[in-house]
């Protein structure tokens, strides 16, 4: 069995991800091929289309929500992400089990009270059936039905029992009002069941993500006992072994390239998945840096360069200025910063276009 190092991993994980060379494609193509983008920063899915994608421009995606062909709403790692609408409808009753643990891990009936879960639901729909609503005004409004537990733990079992895709205009780009919710059947036409198979999404996690093991999966979804879904389409894999021993499977025709492919500077948004796709993460990032990323910026906000996490990220904005700074986690080459301050000074104009910019790498 042929023996993959990291270094290649990353290639081909790099190259799937789009992140070796920006790729010419529309947003709902890169989205689809990605199985969604994280969205728990209403910005972060135009930052991961822009490091890309080549001449990815903002209103592109804006107008794609909008229009309804995009939707956000918790799916993979009861996590928001932006998804093509058959795969948040055919993922969703995928990672159903794992929002109902979660729910009853955070709130249950410490948080919830005495109430009946069926009770609560149905009275929740009724509210926003009416209309949308924040989360706020959601918890807020059952809260004076059902007096007894917390509005919050209200509000998020319906989050958990419903599929609430969050509109416009919020959580669009420029936008920083609270989410506005509202049931995916009052946002986009039917059907509302659009059946995905697990072991088609096991293809296309590989596609997109591989050479993986099915704990990578299963960590990058939030679905347990993937095995079975990876037994059933077994013969269409290929099977590599990682540098730790751990058998890694792959599509026979999908991208490998060299470990010495030359990987560009590339600015990640927050919780970017190609960063938390993996049980296994050293393929992108080191545990040590891990560590340093989280603890500096709290969100995965990661520069990469030569493949591999090295930098966090932060933009600070003051009266018609932004400065970029750059906070390496090691000493880096010139020619590193040099590529730096080029990707950084391309992505600080695509953030703030009107601004007067300036990049900042740190000792």
Same mark, same amino acid.
């Given at each position: 069995?042929?023996?993959?190092?990291?270094?290649?991993?990353?290639?081909?994980?790099?190259?799937?991800?789009?992140?070796?060379?920006?790729?010419?494609?529309?947003?709902?193509?890169?989205?689809?091929?990605?199985?969604?983008?994280?969205?728990?920063?209403?910005?972060?899915?135009?930052?991961?289309?822009?490091?890309?994608?080549?001449?990815?421009?903002?209103?592109?995606?804006?107008?794609?929500?909008?229009?309804?062909?995009?939707?956000?709403?918790?799916?993979?790692?009861?996590?928001?992400?932006?998804?093509?609408?058959?795969?948040?409808?055919?993922?969703?009753?995928?990672?159903?089990?794992?929002?109902?643990?979660?729910? #009853?891990?955070?709130?249950?009936?410490?948080?919830?009270?005495?109430?009946?879960?069926?009770?609560?639901?149905?009275?929740?729909?009724?509210?926003?059936?009416?209309?949308?609503?924040?989360?706020?005004?959601?918890?807020?409004?059952?809260?004076?039905?059902?007096?007894?537990?917390?509005?919050?733990?209200?509000?998020?079992?319906?989050?958990? #029992?419903?599929?609430?895709?969050?509109?416009?205009?919020?959580?669009?780009?420029?936008?920083?009002?609270?989410?506005?919710?509202?049931?995916?059947?009052?946002?986009?036409?039917?059907?509302?069941?659009?059946?995905?198979?697990?072991?088609?999404?096991?293809?296309?996690?590989?596609?997109?993500?591989?050479?993986?093991?099915?704990?990578?999966?299963?960590?990058?979804?939030?679905?347990?006992?993937?095995?079975?879904?990876?037994? #059933?389409?077994?013969?269409?894999?290929?099977?590599?072994?990682?540098?730790?021993?751990?058998?890694?499977?792959?599509?026979?025709?999908?991208?490998?390239?060299?470990?010495?492919?030359?990987?560009?500077?590339?600015?990640?948004?927050?919780?970017?998945?190609?960063?938390?796709?993996?049980?296994?993460?050293?393929?992108?990032?080191?545990?040590?840096?891990?560590?340093?990323?989280?603890?500096?910026?709290?969100?995965?906000?990661?520069?990469?360069?030569?493949?591999?996490?090295?930098?966090?990220?932060?933009?600070?904005?003051? #009266?018609?200025?932004?400065?970029?700074?750059?906070?390496?986690?090691?000493?880096?080459?010139?020619?590193?910063?040099?590529?730096?301050?080029?990707?950084?000074?391309?992505?600080?104009?695509?953030?703030?276009?009107?601004?007067?910019?300036?990049?900042?790498?740190?000792?």
């Amino acid at each position: 069995m042929e023996k993959l190092t990291d270094r290649q991993l990353n290639r081909a994980t790099l190259s799937r991800q789009m992140l070796l060379e920006r790729a010419d494609l529309g947003p709902v193509e890169a989205v689809d091929r990605l199985i969604g983008l994280q969205g728990q920063v209403s910005e972060g899915p135009y930052q991961g289309l822009w490091s890309r994608l080549r001449n990815f421009r903002h209103e592109e995606l804006t107008a794609l929500i909008v229009e309804r062909t995009l939707v956000r709403a918790t799916s993979f790692r009861a996590t928001l992400h932006l998804h093509t609408v058959d795969d948040l409808i055919g993922i969703r009753p995928h990672v159903q089990p794992t929002l109902e643990r979660m729910w #009853k891990s955070a709130f249950g009936n410490r948080r919830f009270g005495d109430n009946d879960v069926r009770t609560v639901h149905r009275a929740g729909r009724k509210l926003l059936n009416k209309g949308p609503m924040t989360g706020g005004q959601l918890g807020k409004a059952l809260q004076e039905k059902f007096p007894d537990g917390e509005p919050l733990a209200k509000s998020v079992l319906l989050q958990v #029992k419903e599929i609430l895709v969050q509109i416009p205009p919020t959580r669009v780009w420029g936008s920083g009002h609270a989410p506005i919710l509202t049931p995916i059947e009052n946002w986009v036409p039917g059907p509302y069941k659009r059946p995905m198979r697990l072991e088609d999404l096991v293809l296309r996690y590989l596609r997109a993500y591989g050479p993986a093991s099915i704990m990578d999966m299963q960590s990058w979804s939030g679905i347990s006992k993937l095995g079975a879904a990876f037994a #059933k389409v077994r013969e269409q894999l290929v099977e590599f072994e990682g540098e730790d021993g751990r058998p890694l499977f792959d599509l026979a025709d999908a991208p490998r390239p060299d470990a010495d492919t030359p990987a560009p500077p590339r600015f990640l948004p927050d919780f970017d998945n190609v960063l938390l796709g993996f049980g296994d993460r050293t393929r992108i990032v080191s545990d040590a840096d891990q560590k340093r990323l989280t603890e500096w910026t709290r969100s995965f906000r990661a520069v990469l360069v030569d493949g591999f996490v090295a930098a966090g990220w932060s933009i600070a904005r003051r #009266k018609g200025h932004a400065t970029l700074t750059v906070t390496p986690f090691r000493k880096l080459l010139k020619r590193d910063i040099r590529d730096i301050e080029r990707e950084g000074a391309a992505f600080l104009d695509f953030m703030d276009p009107d601004a007067k910019g300036a990049v900042v790498v740190s000792p």
